[in-house]
C-alpha cells in the first residue's frame, strides 16, 4: 500500500520560508515521479514543483520559479519542498504526490498525501 505522509507546515509571515517533508512509503519502482500541489477552497489542486529521471530533472511553474526548490533523498525515501520568499497567495493546503510517467505531466499522479497546510499573512 503506497503511503505520503506530509509534514512541515505551518503560519509564517510574508517574505519567510517553510520546508514540507513527505514521508513515502509502498512504492514500487515504476513510480518514477514525485511531485508537489496545492489546493484552495473552490480551485482545483495545482502543480508547483515536480522532479524525476531519479532526481535529475525537476520542473516548476512560473509562479514559484526561482523560490521553490523540490528535492528527493531516496535513501530516506522522503521528498522535501523548500518554500522562500512566500507571499500570502501562497497559502494554500499542500500535498505531496507520486505517480509514473515518462515526463511527469501534472496528469500523471496518482498516490496523493493528506496534506498539510500552509499560510502565509502579510
Known amino acids: 500500500e503506497v503511503q505520503l505522509v506530509e509534514s512541515g507546515g505551518g503560519s509564517v509571515q510574508a517574505g519567510g520560508s517553510l520546508r514540507l517533508s513527505c514521508a513515502a512509503s509502498g512504492l514500487i519502482p515504476s513510480t518514477n515521479c514525485m511531485a508537489w500541489f496545492r489546493q484552495t477552497p473552490g480551485k482545483g489542486r495545482q502543480g508547483v514543483a515536480s522532479i524525476y529521471n531519479f532526481g535529475s530533472t525537476t520542473f516548476y511553474p512560473d509562479f514559484v520559479k526561482g523560490r521553490f526548490t523540490i528535492a528527493i533523498d531516496n535513501a530516506k525515501n522522503t521528498a522535501y519542498l523548500h518554500m522562500n520568499s512566500l507571499k500570502p497567495e501562497d497559502t494554500a493546503m499542500y500535498y505531496c504526490?507520486?505517480?509514473?510517467?515518462?515526463?511527469?505531466?501534472?496528469?500523471?499522479?496518482?498516490?496523493w498525501g493528506q496534506g498539510t497546510q500552509v499560510t502565509v499573512s502579510s
Open positions: 504526490a507520486a505517480g509514473t510517467g515518462r515526463w511527469c505531466r501534472w496528469e500523471d499522479f496518482g498516490y
